[in-house]
């Protein structure tokens, strides 16, 4: 994870029923503790790291079985 530009040198506010107002400074977050950040509503200041996918082998076909003919 990493900080988006637009929020980079800058001061959130945020407001809270039991602590009141908390600033936080951008620039001092732990990138290392999104998940708390996340938790308490300022999961939108990260971007998310960019998924590689890789391609899965294809397996061998399995030859097809030979069928026996029924009698009767």
Same mark, same amino acid.
């Given at each position: 994870?990493r900080?988006?530009?637009?929020?980079? &040198?800058?001061? =959130? #506010?945020? +407001?809270? *029923? #039991? /602590?009141?107002?908390?600033? =936080?400074? #951008?620039?001092? /977050?732990? #990138?290392?503790?999104? *998940?708390?950040?996340? *938790?308490?509503g /300022? &999961? +939108?200041?990260? $971007? !998310?790291? !960019? =998924?590689?996918?890789t &391609?899965?082998? $294809?397996? !061998?076909?399995? $030859?097809?079985?030979?069928r026996?003919?029924?009698? &009767?």
């Amino acid at each position: 994870m990493r900080i988006k530009d637009e929020y980079k &040198g800058k001061t =959130i #506010v945020k +407001y809270n *029923s #039991v /602590l009141g107002e908390q600033k =936080i400074i #951008v620039d001092k /977050l732990d #990138v290392t503790r999104f *998940s708390y950040y996340q *938790s308490i509503g /300022l &999961g +939108y200041i990260f $971007e !998310p790291e !960019p =998924i590689n996918y890789t &391609g899965i082998d $294809e397996e !061998p076909k399995a $030859e097809p079985r030979k069928r026996r003919k029924k009698n &009767g």
